[in-house]
């Protein structure tokens, strides 16, 4: 199994997906230096606070309160308290995945440079979470991303005592159960610790980090929609030409437009522009005459590469940005070792990845929009040139003429769900409200950004496969084997999960299915 070494630095996307996902197992970094460098900064800072001089939450208050110095004696006791307060963690609970992301992304910001001065030990705990599978139940609600995602985190650092509840074994059970049943004692927190587990960006990085994962293959799937939405519609290949996209010059389209040709160019449904035209013919002397075919499509499958090339662009920047979110401190204070300075900062701010999400949903909006579009083309029996809501052909005889409906209302779903889509488009990260006495003033609201990103992802999911689902249904009513190689290989997958609808049934768990199966195969990867 592949090993994610944890060192504050280095770890991808799919480093934290492969971990989150049980797929890679964790190991902190055991170089020398490494741990020497975590143990002077520690060192430093109880020297530092030995002093005498206030120090932002480990000798003083929390926020707004931070003019309320305490004594040595009290620091401790004072890291149980930030975790206690914010346990207000409401809603829905974080999935298992999503709270090993939330460990890993909390673990490698903290071991980072030892600017965030915790005990070796700590980071050693955390790794010990990780391998033993014991991971804090987290609440949705509750952060407005800045300073960092406190009330979230407050549920891991809440674990080192042994309190609240955690996944363990495929159930949630008390985290003291978990413990002991690895034999592994709290490690009740000490000076900064708590502080420094919370006051970061960790839980709005993971989710993120999981959605992007998910976004990259809603852009693959895209393009496959488009690329089988020209073969029903009997298109040409040219919209996908390499050098109509590299005149254009983004690298998205570029791609995108390289995938669906490649697609395309073992169908015997799509045409060169060459032989449309000579099965069009010329007008020879006429001067005027209305032709059958119509020289150019309609944009949703013209422009596709236009537009998914702008989903393409924005995931190769904001993974760009949540890879930097992921190997950065993000807590505050922060230690400087070899300065030997102590800096209050707002390193807790949130404000790349709720920008990531925000602008993410928006190119996921749009297309999720292309594909409602494609859906009515070949749905509608007025452009698929095959059958209104392609239902069977049905002679007028049969005895279920006029009682087919086919997929007129999968379609009314897809546009049901595209409108709640577009309602996630709508940017988060510009809607901060003041909190906490004023002190938190400015925030960056990156958990929900993240949070709705993962939903509105969830919800793409579900339309695609409708819409998957009656390509499918063309596919029959005009052979497959006159589609492209990956199309029929596609085909033959979703067919094993929802048959040729002859005549009208229930699709919801069928579509479901689909939508499962969408997320996994290795066909869209």
């Not at 143990?39 to 208050?61: C, E, H, M, Q, W």
């Not at 000076?191 to 839980?203: D, F, H, P, R, Y």
């Not at 570029?254 to 032989?275: C, M, N, P, W, Y």
């Amino acid at each position: 199994m592949k090993t994610v070494v944890v060192k504050g630095e280095g770890l991808t996307v799919e480093d934290i997906c492969d971990v989150a996902q049980g797929n890679a197992q964790v190991r902190l970094c055991d170089e020398k230096q490494f741990l020497e460098t975590l143990k002077k900064s520690r060192d430093f800072l109880l020297a530092y606070i030995a002093k005498g001089y206030p120090t932002y939450g480990v000798t003083t208050n929390f926020g707004d309160s931070c003019d309320n110095q305490i004594s040595l004696e009290k620091v401790n006791e004072l890291q149980h308290v930030i975790v206690s307060y914010h346990g207000i963690g409401l809603g829905k609970k974080l999935s298992h995945d999503e709270g090993r992301a939330v460990v890993l992304c909390r673990l490698n910001g903290n071991v980072k440079g030892g600017h965030s001065a915790i005990r070796v030990e700590l980071a050693q705990f955390m790794e010990r979470l990780l391998q033993k599978d014991i991971i804090p139940v987290i609440p949705e609600l509750g952060s407005v991303g800045a300073s960092g995602d406190l009330t979230p985190l407050s549920y891991l650092g809440a674990v080192m005592y042994g309190e609240r509840e955690v996944y363990y074994k495929g159930k949630i059970v008390p985290t003291m159960e978990a413990l002991n049943a690895e034999g592994i004692k709290p490690l009740p927190l000490e000076a900064k610790e708590g502080l420094a587990i919370m006051n970061g960006t960790s839980v709005m990085t993971a989710i993120a980090s999981l959605a992007w994962k998910k976004a990259e293959r809603l852009a693959n799937i895209s393009d496959f929609l488009t690329a089988v939405t020209c073969e029903i519609m009997h298109g040409r290949d040219v919209p996908f030409r390499r050098k109509v996209s590299e005149i254009k010059n983004h690298p998205g389209q570029i791609e995108s437009a390289g995938h669906i040709f490649q697609i395309v160019s073992t169908s015997r449904r799509v045409e060169t522009l060459d032989k449309f035209l000579q099965e069009l013919g010329t007008i020879g002397n006429k001067g005027y005459e209305k032709r059958e075919k119509k020289l150019q499509a309609r944009y949703s499958i013209r422009c596709a590469p236009q537009i998914n090339g702008v989903l393409r662009d924005t995931l190769s920047i904001t993974k760009q940005w949540i890879e930097q979110e992921i190997n950065s401190a993000n807590d505050n204070p922060l230690i400087d070792v070899k300065t030997e300075q102590l800096y209050n900062t707002g390193n807790f701010y949130g404000g790349h990845i709720c920008a990531s999400c925000d602008y993410l949903r928006i190119a996921l909006a749009n297309i999720s929009d292309l594909a409602d579009k494609q859906a009515e083309l070949i749905i509608d029996g007025k452009f698929n040139g095959l059958t209104e809501n392609l239902i069977p052909y049905t002679a007028d005889d049969d005895p279920r003429a006029g009682l087919r409906l086919g997929f007129k209302g999968a379609q009314i779903t897809i546009s049901a769900i595209r409108g709640e889509v577009q309602s996630y488009a709508n940017p988060i990260s510009i809607t901060s409200s003041p909190t906490e006495a004023l002190n938190q003033d400015k925030v960056s609201m990156g958990t929900i950004s993240a949070r709705k990103l993962r939903d509105q992802i969830n919800l793409i999911y579900l339309q695609l496969a409708v819409h998957l689902l009656a390509a499918c249904q063309a596919m029959d009513l005009i052979g497959a084997e006159k589609f492209s190689s990956f199309t029929q290989k596609v085909y033959a997958e979703v067919r094993k999960l929802s048959a040729f609808m002859q005549d009208d049934r229930q699709l919801d768990a069928e579509a479901t299915q689909v939508s499962e199966w969408m997320k996994a195969t290795a066909l869209f990867a």
